[in-house]
């Protein structure tokens, strides 16, 4: 298990842009999975994007707005969110797990560590 640190999360208007990054502890090695979910009061978690084997993968309703990324040298994965609207507003949260496909999944229960969660609001 490592251990992840999530920042970047603020209150901008509609439209507008936000970069989260999370830090993790140490390196994770290839077999590694990082994936961005999100959380509103009363809702389940819900998978955004996760990195590691072929390709990155989004969730449909943040395909063409949300890049996720990942910086190995410095242990540290990014959200950018362009186009932001008013249901994305959540709690957003980074979290590793190990890959056991050739993608990644957006399924919460594959992911062991969590980071601590970095709110965004949106408003229109």
């Known amino acids: 298990q490592v251990y992840l640190s999530d920042s970047g999360g603020g209150s901008v208007q509609a439209g507008g842009s936000l970069r989260l990054s999370c830090i993790i502890s140490?390196?994770?090695?290839?077999?590694?999975?990082m994936g961005w979910f999100r959380q509103t009061p009363g809702k389940e978690r819900e998978g955004v994007a996760c990195?590691?084997?072929?390709?990155?993968y989004y969730v449909d309703s943040v395909k063409g707005r949300f890049t996720i990324s990942r910086n190995y040298a410095a242990n540290t994965v990014y959200l950018q969110m362009n186009g932001l609207k008013s249901e994305d507003t959540a709690m957003y949260y980074c979290?590793?797990?190990?890959?056991?496909?050739?993608?990644?999944?957006?399924?919460?229960?594959?992911?062991?560590?969590w980071g601590q969660g970095t709110q965004v609001t949106v408003s229109s």
């Open positions: 979290a590793a797990g190990i890959r056991d496909n050739l993608r990644c999944s957006l399924y919460s229960y594959k992911y062991n560590s």
């Open positions: 140490e390196y994770t090695g290839s077999d590694n999975v």
């Open positions: 990195i590691g084997g072929v390709t990155p």
